[in-house]
């Protein structure tokens, strides 16, 4: 047994939001899962998955298959409601923290591009958490894509699932026309923080903080460190999978 692999409470919490669970199976979904959140943890490439798992081809399997029948994304909101219900507060958020972060690729392949600003050859995380600081949906693009050509799509997947949102915190990246645009087509204002006038000096930004050490949680996680995935979809499904951890962790 790993130290990823899921308790029993926590199998418990997650078993009845999982897709044909009762079905008979030579593998159990249980330890299916465990292997995926190994993976996502250490780092390792599927062929390399511990022989205490199950076949990596199987693993894979459901890796993708869930990815596309977009059962990451209704795991990751329940557990997130539930996460915030556990804490007196509405299951949907109304106020959620957008950033971007610009990871390296590797020989892998698949689409990536060139961030100008940070000098980054590979992709954007584009996401978007409430005000603890979970993971309310992300988008994840080519690096040389600027962030206002990207929000509204992320404000678009986000209006689909939590429909409360009434207002938007960025920094002074988001500024401009897109102000205008997610206020006129979504009804959601979006409030952009100023930077520090002072540049030589450090200061926190109320709210802005916190998608800031979400971000920084990622590194907690050594396959989020780079980007290794082929394909934009299995990279986002990685980060839906690192947040799902990060709620069955509150079990």
């Known amino acids: 047994m790993y130290e990823t692999d899921l308790t029993d409470a926590q199998w418990q919490g997650i078993k009845n939001h999982l897709p044909n669970i009762n079905r008979k199976r030579k593998n159990s979904l249980r330890e299916i899962i465990n292997g995926i959140f190994y993976l996502n943890k250490t780092g390792c490439q599927w062929r390399y998955l511990p022989k205490s798992y199950p076949k990596w081809q199987l ?59 940070k000098k980054v050859k590979g992709r954007k995380r584009h996401i978007a958490v409430d005000t603890q600081g979970n993971l309310i949906d992300t988008i994840v693009h080519c690096a040389h894509q600027h962030e206002t050509q990207t929000l509204e799509l992320l404000v678009k997947k986000l209006k689909e699932h939590q429909f409360k949102i009434i207002k938007i915190i960025a920094d002074a ?31 926190v930004q109320a709210k802005r903080w916190i998608v800031e050490r979400t971000i920084a949680w990622f590194d ?7 980007d290794f995935e082929r394909s934009l979809e299995n990279s986002r499904a990685m980060l839906l999978i690192f947040a799902i951890r990060l709620s069955l962790n509150k079990f």
Request: charged fraction near 30%; proline fraction near 1%; include cysteine.
């Open 173 to 203: 990246g988001y500024r401009g026309e897109i102000i205008n645009t997610i206020k006129n087509k979504y009804n959601i204002r979006l409030e952009v923080i100023p930077r520090n006038k002072v540049k030589e000096a450090f200061a």
């Open 59 to 117: 693993v894979f399997y459901y890796f993708t298959l869930w990815q596309t029948e977009e059962i990451w994304d209704d795991l990751m909101i329940r557990l997130t409601e539930i996460t915030r219900e556990k804490t007196a507060r509405n299951s949907q958020a109304s106020v959620v923290i957008v950033d971007c972060q610009s990871v390296k690729t590797t020989m892998v392949g698949g689409l990536r591009g060139f961030d100008g600003n």
């Open 220 to 226: 907690g996680s050594r396959r989020l460190c780079k």
